[in-house]
Every structure is written in C-alpha cells, then in structure tokens.
C-alpha cells in the first residue's frame, strides 16, 4: 500500500463515519416512507429545479458500503437530476438513499429514508388518516402517487378495504353523505407506464366518519349547590363541570371568575382545564379551581363557574360560608358544659335562698292547712357529755336556738327540758307534743360515742331515749313529720354508731346540718346555716295556724 492510498483512506475513515456525509454541505430535508414491496415509487425532490443536469446531482445508497446509483433506465433503481425511481422496489431496498447537489451557490444534502414491506407483514402503510366532515367529503390520494401520476400521465383507480370501486379515476374520491358504514381503508392506485412497461404505485388512508355533532345548550352539573362549606385556612377545590353535547369540543369551555374577573392570574388561586369526550361522543369540560388557603376575604367573594358552548354559555355562582373548625367546635362544647356545671352549681348554692325568698308567696295557697301546734319538737341528749359539750350544747337549745327561730322567724318549738310540764306524765305528754309538731329536730352532740354506747345497756339515757324513739316513731313508720338533723361540731362516723339504726339510715342519708359555735354568724338568722335549717322548717309557722284555746 503506497502513501497516497493510505492517506485518502485516512481522510474517507474521518469524513464516512458510518453514514455519508460531506462537512462542507448543507443538510435539508429527511423525508420517510412505508412501502409496499414489488410496487414502482417514484420521489421527487420538490426543492430541485426540474430540468438539473444529472451531472449536478449524485445519489447514493448509505450503509456499511456507500452503493451509487445510476442514470441507467434499465436499472430497476435509477434517478433523473432531483427524481429517484424505485421501479420494483423489494424488502432489501430498504434505507437510508441521500442526494447531493452541487450548485455553483454550494453543496446541499437531501436525505431519504424508506422502508418496504411485503404485503402479508401486516404493517399499517397508511398515509394517515382522513376524516369525513360538513366541510370535508373527501377522501385524497396520497401525495407521492398523484406526483407519480401526474408525471407519467397513469391512471387512478381506488379500492375500499379490497373492493375495487368502479368509475372513480380522479386523485380524490368524493363520499356523499357519509356513514359510519364508509370507515374503511381506501386505497388509490395508479397504473403507469415507463419504457413501455406497466407499473403500479399505491397509497391508502382510513377514512374516519365521526358520530353526528349535537350541540345541546351548556348544562353546568357542578357545581350542584350555591354554597360550600370551608374552613378558614384551609385549602378548597371548586368544581366547575359543564356538559356540551355529543361530540360538540368545539367551542365547549368552562371557566372560574371570582367578583367578574378571570381566575388565572389570581395568586393563591389556581385554575387546571380539562375536556373530557367520552367513548359515546358525551362531552365535557371541567375548570377545577383550588384555593390554597382560604382567606377571611373569600366569604365575600362571588365565585362564578362559566360553561361556553357552541351555541351561548351559563352560569353558576358560589359563595364560601364558613365551618367551624374541630378546635372551636370542641372549645365552644367545653364553654356551654363549663357554663351547665356553674349554674347547677350556682342554683344549687343558691337553692335554699331562692325558697325562702319565694315561698311566701306560694306555699300559704298550695298546701293545705296544717293545724299542728308546733313547728318542730326538739330533742338532743341530755346524758353523758362531758362539760364543754354540755355547755355547746345548753346555749344552743336554750338561747340561740328560740332567739333564731322563734324570735326572729316566729316559729313554735316544742324544747324537751324547756316545755316540760312539771307533774304531767311525760309519757303522754311526749306522744302528744310529737303529735302536735311538724318537724321532729334532733341535735346530734359529739365525742360522746363511747360513753353512749356503755350507758345505752343500762338504760341511763332513758329520758332522751324515749323522745326519740317516739319521735322516729312517728317520723319514720308513720311519715308524720320529717326529721330535720342538727350536728354541734365536728363529728366522725364512728360517733353515730350507738344511735338507734332508724337514725343512722337517716343520718347516711343526708348529712346533718352542722352548727359551729366559733363561726361569727352562728346565732344569725340569715347564715348559711340557718337559711338551711329554715328551708327545711314549715313554710308557714305554726303560729299563723293555729288558735291556741289556752294560752
Ligand atoms: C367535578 O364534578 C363532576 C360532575 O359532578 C364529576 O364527575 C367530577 O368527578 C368532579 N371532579 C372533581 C375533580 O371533583
Ligand atoms: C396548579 O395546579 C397544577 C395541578 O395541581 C400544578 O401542576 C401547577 O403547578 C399549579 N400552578 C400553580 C401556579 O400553582
């Protein structure tokens, strides 16, 4: 191998890699085609002058080896300054085919690509599609083969799917009132002829019939309702879907205003579009619009969802009204249950205050007279106690007791010790006082459990003992009177625990009222204690009833 050839294949291996291709060209178009094999194809190059000399113009076949290609008529492919002829193309001539101008202006490289099929390798060889409409009844022949018919003055026949149609010879075919029962393939062949010998070039297309257009006036179906709930600061979506018809995108729209202005470039809004055509032609448009966060201002805002259509639009408004969130709605359940609690417990409080304020005024009419002497028959221990007790106790029956009751709230007490009446028989008399009263008041004195509880055996409490029986007598078994409960100090329950069963059960059911000699107001008709002792005393005194025959 001398220099010179070592040095040209060094510049082929730079300028070749894999395809043609000159640095010093300018590429134009790349063009592609499926062909049926065993058929003639003719390509032109639209760009070149008709009549070029075939000297300006070369054309080869890429690949691993660069294939020209001849001006030889008889050669099955041959080409014509810009006019390439396959004249019965085969699965082999498949590829890449370039053309290389050279103008005195420059260098020009056009490039085509083509593909062959046999007719049973199923591949679609459509030229596309066509679509039958108002505007279109047409079906047109594809591009390359009315070129190849109109430069060797051939022929135009057309098939539907394999059907030969006879009488159509033009480079379109007209289809009047088109159904669906014209979708098909159509083909156009064209018969031609080239040193006398006949060739076909062919081209298809599918032909589409779309379902009729109904263009029916805009139905918004959402949104459905003219409010919607939100919370503040949350993020909301707003639907706004409009039915067009069948088949009927065109012109089919929807959008959002808010107070008459278009969404889109609204911050803090966002409006996505989408149109929707069903497999049954039904169409729709939805304009979504989301709100990040809901604004205080929003509540005032006039949403409006717009459906367009064909034939005019309409619209629906939305307004924002506001939810309460979980935190208030827990909160403001939690202020009425907290309100609920504090006025039971305020009417509770207050509930022996509100009686005795108001039941003058309705009990001397609700019940009925009860002409029974006495309002209350006291009784209390008089056994046992220690001194200070005693003395508690001595000044409670004896002085503030009468002075509360009975000075200051003109009730009548029956006081063991104090109302005797020397030289009666006590039992007589006790049964008659209890029966005379309205209210049996037991004083409960402390600390004097224990020594209750030895005496009670031998009957040294016999006196009180008897009071009390009578009394729970009368009180209980007979439900003559209620018993009305005064404890003087501090008490624990073991120190109920030698009193009489029937009084226990009462005791445990409710507490006794609880008189403290060191409070400042214990001997003031209107402290706490007395109003509860009064509100369990006779509404009316006896005094008011009852005539005494003897004074
Ligand atoms: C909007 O409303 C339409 C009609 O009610 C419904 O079909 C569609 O699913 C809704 N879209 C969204 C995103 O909520
Ligand atoms: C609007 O929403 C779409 C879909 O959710 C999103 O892709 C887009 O980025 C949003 N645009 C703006 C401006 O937030």
């Known amino acids: 191998m001398d220099v010179s050839r ?55 076949k890429n690949g691993p080896e660069i294939q020209n290609i001849t001006t030889d008529e008889t050669q099955m492919i041959h080409y014509h300054g810009g006019a390439l002829l396959f004249l019965n193309i085969s699965v082999n001539d498949s590829g890449h085919y370039t053309a290389r101008e050279i103008t005195p202006g420059g260098c020009y490289l056009y490039h085509l690509k083509i593909a062959v099929y046999n007719g049973s390798s199923g591949e679609n060889l459509n030229y596309g599609d066509n679509k039958i409409s108002d505007l279109n009844k047409r079906v047109t022949c594809p591009d390359p083969v009315v070129k190849t018919c109109t430069a060797f003055n051939g022929t135009f026949t057309w098939f539907k799917g394999n059907n ?10 007209r289809v009047d009132n088109a159904t669906k029962k014209d979708e098909d393939t159509y083909t156009c062949v064209c018969t031609w002829k080239h040193n ?10 599918k032909l589409f019939v779309p379902d009729p257009i109904v263009n029916s006036n805009v139905e918004i179906l959402s949104p459905s309702e003219p409010e919607q709930l939100v919370e503040i600061g ?50 729709f448009f939805t304009a979504i619009l989301t709100i990040e966060k809901v604004s205080k201002e929003d509540f005032t805002h006039e949403f409006k969802c717009r459906g367009l259509g064909y034939y005019g639009g309409a619209y629906k408004n939305v307004t924002l009204i506001k939810t309460e969130t979980v935190t208030t709605l827990i909160i403001k359940i939690m202020c009425v249950s907290l309100i609920g609690v504090f006025t039971t417990a305020l009417v509770k409080y207050f509930a022996t205050d509100l009686v005795l304020l108001f039941r003058p005024y309705f009990t001397s009419t609700r019940h009925k007279k009860d002409t029974r002497m006495y309002d209350a028959y006291v009784v209390y221990q008089t056994e046992s106690l220690d001194e200070e007790t005693e003395e508690t106790l001595s000044t409670f029956v004896t002085k503030i007791l009468p002075s509360v009751l009975e000075d200051q709230c003109g009730y009548r007490l029956f006081i063991q010790g104090r109302d005797d009446i020397p030289g009666e028989d006590h039992v007589e008399m006790v049964e008659s006082c209890i029966k005379q009263s309205k209210r049996l008041m037991i004083i409960l004195t402390p600390g004097s459990g224990s020594k209750m509880r030895s005496h009670a055996s031998n009957q040294t409490s016999a006196i009180g003992g008897l009071d009390w029986q009578v009394g729970l007598h009368h009180a209980l078994v007979q439900s003559e ?22 009084l226990q059960h009462l005791i445990r059911k409710s507490a006794p009222l609880r008189w403290s000699e060191s409070s400042k107001k214990a001997s003031e008709g209107n402290s706490r204690f007395w109003k509860r002792v009064r509100y369990l005393m006779p509404a009316t005194p006896a005094k008011k009833n009852y005539i005494p025959a003897v004074i």
């Open 196 to 205: 006398h010998k006949e060739y076909k070039s062919s081209g298809s297309r």
């Open 6 to 60: 070592l040095l040209l294949s060094f510049i082929l291996v730079i300028a070749t890699p894999g395809a043609y291709s000159d640095s010093s060209c300018v590429h134009l178009n790349t063009e592609s085609y499926k062909l049926l094999e065993g058929e003639a194809f003719y390509y032109v190059l639209d760009e070149v002058e008709p009549n070029l000399p075939d000297e300006n113009m070369t054309w080869f």
């Open 234 to 283: 949350a993020s909301t979506v707003l639907n706004c879907t409009v039915f067009c018809g069948i088949n009927a995108k065109r012109g089919c729209d929807a959008n959002w205003h808010i107070n008459g202005k278009p969404v889109n470039q609204m911050e803090g809004y966002n409006e996505t579009k989408l149109l929707t055509e069903q497999p049954s032609g039904r169409t």
């Open 481 to 502: 009177m209620s018993v009305i409960l005064i404890q003087l100090g501090e008490t624990w329950p073991q120190d109920y625990a030698h009193l009489p069963l029937s």
């Open 164 to 173: 030969f149609l006879s009488g159509h010879h033009k480079n379109e075919l």
